[in-house]
């Protein structure tokens, strides 16, 4: 269980440290047997429902509207340059020194 | 008080210029000072100068072709962006996120002349049934500050139980307007999904959340839903369906119509005052002409996996968008609260897992929309309890997920099939704690919900009662 939270935690970007670990494994482990109750019902033969609306494929045409300006898109951003948004490298440039 | 009025009363009187709005919003300013603080429902309030300055202009520019909510002070939920203010969702992840837009429902209300006093303390990101999940501090109920507001509309609820605004905003996906209605004693409505615009709503799980008010009667919930329905282009599963005439609806008879008691609703596992005060509500209703009966409903039994799985795994893919690059601050802020139901959501929809796990959610969730529609077959309306217990003392549901969750097990079901259910209150424990109940309507019976909620206010008094004030 504790391998499978770090791996959660991986997966979700959520760094989780020593002592959180062990809370959230006893818990989760009663949450996940709790959601094991859906096994109890017939479900081989039923179809899935990913929403209840009765709109299908609501399009508009390709027209240019009113946005948000560049300042204000950008205005939250933490790091900004040039009118884009700065993010951490995400891949390491291995020729590099 | 001004603010124990409904919004017909406080309309009409502005009218005949028995009142002005400068006087309603000072009185808004009066309370939030007596008791925001110590109840801690707001997350951001507009200043003094800035509210008194707007309610001046507003009397100067006042006619008496004005909207019925023209002046009158009200307050949202901090998961519903605006301009000029913070939008928290009760998280420091967004601290100092400012909106460069504001959400439909929003400008809605802004554009009949209602005015913002401010934005509500809630559980992050709607993540609770508590309001005890806030990095803001927790929300205290007015009838008794030792005891949860209930959530994660808490603060909303708290704003109009404690007469600091003529109605309020909140976000239901699980309970969440409905549950802290009941707690403090005011009535809430969660519509039918699509029925208001969700556009500039801080998503929770996207196929269950909706967008509805909360106010001290059916009625002023009617007027607040005449305005905040219909369909909205930046929404693309709001409906298109033409929106009724909620206040027109108010009176039309109700005698003959069918109650529908699903049996899983009214065993007896949960708080006996609850259950028979809403045994009693149901009785009051019966004197309307209305009749009941039995319904055998056994997938509700599954209802809180249902809904966790769904609403975890939904949540795990929409709060994957706070990185910390366009807004907020990074990822280490989410409470355990959140962190549990990300982990959770991201385990069902993991390789290897989401067939068995989510999709088999998916494929219950069918279940319950074929048991509702079987059970609307057979009667008008569905009636439940609001909540399992009254508002329970601090630290109660912190730490204990599973009875955190069954907080929540008379209302998911409703928005993992998305018919509308009003919540109002029907009583007290004996200790002075309110009690609520629900009536649940088929899709898009707003009217038919609001009119017997309405009707059954008409021969009971539980929500003129308001807590102490200071």
Same mark, same amino acid.
């Given at each position: 269980?504790?391998?499978?939270?770090?791996?959660?935690?991986?997966?979700?970007?959520?760094?989780?440290?020593?002592?959180?670990?062990?809370?959230?494994?006893?818990?989760?482990?009663?949450?996940?047997?709790?959601?094991?109750?859906?096994?109890?019902?017939?479900?081989?033969?039923?179809?899935?429902?990913?929403?209840?609306?009765?709109?299908? *494929? /609501?399009?508009?045409?390709?027209?240019?509207?009113?946005?948000?300006?560049?300042?204000?898109?950008?205005?939250?951003?933490?790091?900004?340059?040039?009118?884009?948004?700065?993010?951490?490298?995400?891949?390491?440039?291995?020729?590099?020194? | 008080?001004?603010?124990?009025?409904?919004?017909?009363?406080?309309?009409?009187?502005?009218?005949?210029?028995?009142?002005?709005?400068?006087?309603?919003?000072?009185?808004?300013?009066?309370?939030?000072?007596?008791?925001?603080?110590?109840?801690?429902?707001?997350?951001?309030?507009?200043?003094?100068?800035?509210?008194?300055?707007?309610?001046?202009?507003?009397?100067?520019?006042?006619?008496?072709?004005?909207?019925?909510?023209? !002046? %009158?002070?009200?307050?949202?939920?901090?998961?519903? /962006?605006?301009?000029?203010?913070?939008?928290?969702?009760?998280?420091?992840?967004?601290?100092?996120?400012?909106?460069?837009?504001?959400?439909?429902?929003?400008?809605?209300?802004?554009?009949?002349?209602?005015?913002?006093?401010?934005?509500? #303390?809630?559980?992050?990101?709607?993540?609770?049934?508590?309001?005890?999940?806030?990095?803001?501090?927790?929300?205290?109920?007015?009838? #008794?500050?030792?005891?949860?507001?209930?959530?994660?509309?808490?603060?909303?609820?708290?704003?109009?139980?404690?007469?600091?605004?003529?109605?309020?905003?909140?976000?239901?996906?699980?309970?969440?307007?409905?549950?802290?209605?009941?707690?403090?004693?005011?009535?809430? %409505?969660?519509?039918?999904?699509?029925?208001?615009?969700?556009? !500039?709503?801080?998503?929770?799980?996207?196929?269950?959340?909706?967008?509805?008010?909360?106010?001290?009667?059916?009625?002023?919930?009617?007027?607040?839903?005449? /305005?905040?329905?219909?369909?909205?282009?930046?929404?693309?599963?709001?409906?298109?369906?033409?929106?009724? #005439?909620?206040?027109?609806?108010?009176?039309?008879?109700?005698?003959?119509?069918?109650?529908?008691?699903?049996?899983?609703?009214?065993?007896?596992?949960?708080?006996?005052?609850?259950?028979?005060?809403?045994?009693?509500?149901?009785?009051?209703?019966?004197?309307? !002409?209305?009749?009941? /009966?039995?319904?055998?409903?056994?997938?509700?039994?599954?209802?809180?996996?249902?809904?966790?799985?769904?609403?975890?795994?939904?949540?795990?893919?929409?709060?994957?968008?706070?990185?910390?690059?366009?807004?907020?601050?990074?990822?280490?802020?989410?409470?355990?609260?959140?962190?549990?139901?990300?982990?959770?959501?991201?385990?069902?929809?993991?390789?290897?897992?989401?067939?068995?796990?989510?999709?088999?959610?998916?494929?219950?969730?069918?279940?319950?929309?074929?048991?509702?529609?079987?059970?609307?077959?057979?009667?008008?309306?569905?009636?439940?309890?609001?909540?399992?217990?009254?508002?329970?003392?601090?630290?109660?549901?912190?730490? *204990?997920?599973?009875?955190?969750?069954?907080?929540?097990?008379?209302?998911?079901?409703?928005?993992?099939?998305?018919?509308?259910?009003?919540?109002?209150?029907?009583?007290?424990?004996?200790?002075?704690?309110?009690?609520?109940?629900?009536?649940?309507? #088929?899709?898009?019976?707003?009217?038919?919900?609001?009119?017997?909620?309405?009707?059954?206010?008409?021969?009971?008094?539980?929500?003129?009662?308001?807590?102490?004030?200071?």
């Amino acid at each position: 269980m504790k391998n499978q939270i770090l791996h959660l935690a991986k997966l979700a970007a959520l760094s989780i440290s020593g002592s959180e670990i062990k809370k959230y494994e006893k818990q989760l482990e009663v949450i996940f047997e709790y959601m094991d109750q859906i096994k109890q019902l017939d479900l081989a033969a039923v179809p899935e429902t990913f929403r209840t609306t009765e709109e299908e *494929n /609501v399009l508009r045409g390709d027209i240019v509207t009113p946005s948000l300006s560049q300042s204000d898109a950008l205005r939250n951003a933490r790091r900004t340059h040039n009118g884009f948004f700065v993010v951490s490298a995400i891949m390491k440039d291995e020729h590099a020194a | 008080m001004l603010l124990d009025r409904s919004i017909n009363e406080l309309a009409t009187r502005l009218r005949k210029r028995k009142i002005t709005i400068e006087q309603l919003v000072c009185e808004s300013i009066a309370r939030c000072k007596a008791q925001a603080k110590e109840l801690n429902c707001f997350i951001s309030l507009r200043t003094e100068q800035d509210l008194l300055e707007e309610a001046r202009k507003k009397d100067a520019d006042f006619t008496v072709d004005k909207h019925q909510l023209y !002046g %009158l002070p009200f307050s949202v939920k901090d998961s519903y /962006v605006t301009h000029h203010l913070p939008t928290t969702s009760g998280s420091k992840i967004l601290k100092d996120f400012i909106s460069p837009y504001a959400a439909t429902v929003v400008e809605k209300l802004l554009a009949t002349g209602a005015i913002l006093i401010g934005k509500n #303390n809630q559980d992050s990101w709607g993540h609770g049934a508590s309001n005890e999940n806030s990095d803001f501090g927790v929300v205290r109920n007015p009838w #008794n500050p030792a005891y949860i507001s209930g959530g994660s509309s808490g603060g909303s609820a708290v704003a109009v139980a404690a007469r600091m605004v003529a109605f309020a905003i909140g976000e239901d996906t699980g309970g969440s307007i409905r549950n802290p209605a009941s707690m403090c004693g005011v009535s809430g %409505l969660k519509v039918t999904y699509g029925r208001v615009s969700r556009y !500039g709503t801080i998503a929770y799980a996207s196929s269950l959340d909706t967008v509805g008010p909360i106010a001290k009667t059916a009625e002023d919930l009617t007027q607040v839903l005449q /305005v905040i329905a219909g369909v909205d282009a930046k929404d693309g599963s709001s409906s298109q369906r033409p929106v009724d #005439n909620y206040p027109a609806s108010l009176l039309k008879p109700v005698a003959g119509k069918i109650l529908g008691l699903p049996k899983q609703f009214f065993g007896t596992n949960y708080h006996p005052e609850v259950r028979s005060t809403v045994l009693e509500a149901i009785a009051q209703l019966k004197t309307l !002409g209305l009749q009941t /009966v039995e319904l055998d409903m056994p997938v509700l039994d599954f209802a809180i996996p249902i809904y966790y799985m769904l609403a975890s795994s939904e949540t795990s893919s929409n709060l994957a968008r706070y990185d910390g690059v366009r807004y907020g601050t990074d990822r280490d802020g989410f409470l355990p609260e959140s962190a549990r139901r990300i982990m959770l959501g991201t385990y069902a929809l993991s390789a290897g897992y989401a067939e068995d796990l989510y999709k088999n959610a998916q494929r219950a969730r069918t279940l319950l929309v074929n048991s509702y529609q079987a059970a609307f077959a057979q009667c008008d309306f569905i009636v439940a309890p609001t909540t399992p217990s009254p508002a329970q003392k601090f630290g109660e549901l912190l730490d *204990n997920p599973i009875e955190n969750m069954l907080a929540d097990l008379f209302t998911a079901t409703v928005n993992i099939v998305g018919v509308p259910s009003i919540a109002l209150p029907i009583g007290f424990t004996k200790t002075k704690l309110p009690i609520g109940m629900q009536i649940i309507g #088929n899709k898009f019976q707003e009217a038919a919900v609001l009119q017997l909620a309405h009707q059954y206010q008409q021969i009971t008094q539980w929500h003129t009662q308001a807590p102490p004030t200071k």
